[in-house]
């Protein structure tokens, strides 16, 4: 057994015993690699069912990484260009003065439509048309490309639209059939999950404190009046069948190392398999913003589609990792300096920062580099 693995196997194994998480998978991916492929305690509270390294876990925003790596192994082939008009593609988006917003505004998360309405409720979020034509005729919170602002719920749409529209296809069929089916990982990695595979998922559970949190959080956070509690991750959201089974790309249902896997196949060959160029991924992982985020009120380092930075370290001091959190404590991510892909999905869903994630992600940059 290779030391990252021991060392990860012995963190996680110590989680769960604790008490602090319920069920836990880490996986790691270095220069095309698995090198760590751990899992801990169980998948579902009721049954007992253990944790296996197949078992997909709803991994909320997590998903918004694999939404951008569908729309750069698209553009990567020529079919769209990040400067391109959103409304070139989408005429209807141009509504309220929103017509000079590009795909790479929308991937910055500067197109200025982060809300949705108040009473939304997760069957409007089921309804792809809906809620496409609510966030087109929408008007802006900022003139698109002016100022960035975490688009929480909106972006999967628009982002899936513009995929949509440029293929003709939803984004789940596309994610399964350029990304996902080559990399062998098409029944670990989904958005809309299939209702034959709604059995296989890990359950999620509220974690002790989750309520608290939440309600210690200033109302009056733009973040919470653009995403209304209906619609906010959490446990109960992350079970509902209705939004497992449907496709809001601004969230995913993934295992661990499929997800590693993804990102590992964005620095490099994996099994033969490599889903952008080099030209390619030194572009969508360079600093495009780093502006206050309109949404939180503190500076973001964004790429295009990627969150700059590892998890609990400062961001600044760690440019080259990029990829994405997830609320509730999963996440994952590449770094171009190390060659590595991590990726950790859990059960046991808490709002705020992700212990697990910054001790685990840390002690696996050390090892890395060691």
Not at 177 to 197: M, N
Not at 245 to 267: E, F, H, K, Q, W
Not at 283 to 288: K, M, P, Q, R
Not at 340 to 361: E, H
Request: glycine fraction near 10%.
């Amino acid at each position: 057994m290779n030391i990252m693995q021991k060392l990860v196997q012995q963190a996680i194994d110590q989680l769960v015993e604790s008490g602090s998480e319920l069920g836990i998978q880490v996986a790691v991916y270095q220069h095309g690699e698995l090198v760590v492929d751990a899992v801990a305690g169980v998948a579902d509270p009721d049954s007992g069912r253990p944790v296996t390294s197949d078992i997909p876990f709803y991994s909320a925003s997590t998903g918004k990484g694999v939404t951008a790596t569908v729309v750069h192994v698209l553009a990567d082939r020529g079919a769209l260009d990040y400067d391109t008009p959103i409304v070139e593609l989408w005429p209807e988006f141009g509504a309220h003065g929103k017509s000079k917003a590009t795909i790479r505004h929308a991937l910055t998360h500067s197109i200025g439509v982060p809300a949705v309405p108040s009473d939304l409720t997760v069957q409007d979020l089921a309804d792809w048309d809906r809620m496409c034509a609510l966030i087109a005729s929408s008007e802006p919170w900022w003139e698109p490309g002016t100022k960035t602002g975490y688009h929480a719920m909106t972006w999967g749409f628009v982002m899936g639209e513009i995929v949509r529209r440029a293929t003709d296809k939803p984004i789940s069929q596309v994610l399964r059939q350029e990304v996902a089916a080559p990399l062998g990982i098409a029944d670990e990695l989904f958005f809309g999950v299939p209702e034959s595979e709604l059995g296989r998922l890990a359950r999620l559970e509220e974690a002790p404190g989750s309520a608290a949190m939440m309600a210690a959080v200033p109302a009056d956070l733009p973040m919470f009046k653009a995403t209304p509690p209906a619609v906010t991750p959490s446990a109960e959201y992350g079970n509902n069948p209705v939004v497992l089974a449907s496709d809001i790309p601004s969230g995913g249902t993934m295992s661990a190392r499929a997800v590693a896997r993804m990102y590992a196949a964005l620095l490099g060959e994996v099994d033969g398999v490599r889903l952008v160029s080099d030209e390619r991924l030194r572009e969508v992982t360079a600093l495009a913003t780093a502006d206050v985020d309109q949404m939180v009120g503190f500076p973001m380092p964004r790429a295009l589609g990627y969150n700059l930075g590892r998890p609990g370290a400062d961001p600044q001091e760690t440019l080259s990792v990029f990829g994405m959190p997830g609320m509730g404590g999963s996440a994952a991510y590449a770094d171009t300096a190390t060659g590595i892909s991590f990726a950790l999905t859990k059960n046991r869903f808490f709002p705020g920062p992700s212990v697990a994630v910054n001790q685990i992600s840390e002690l696996v940059a050390k090892a890395a580099t060691s």
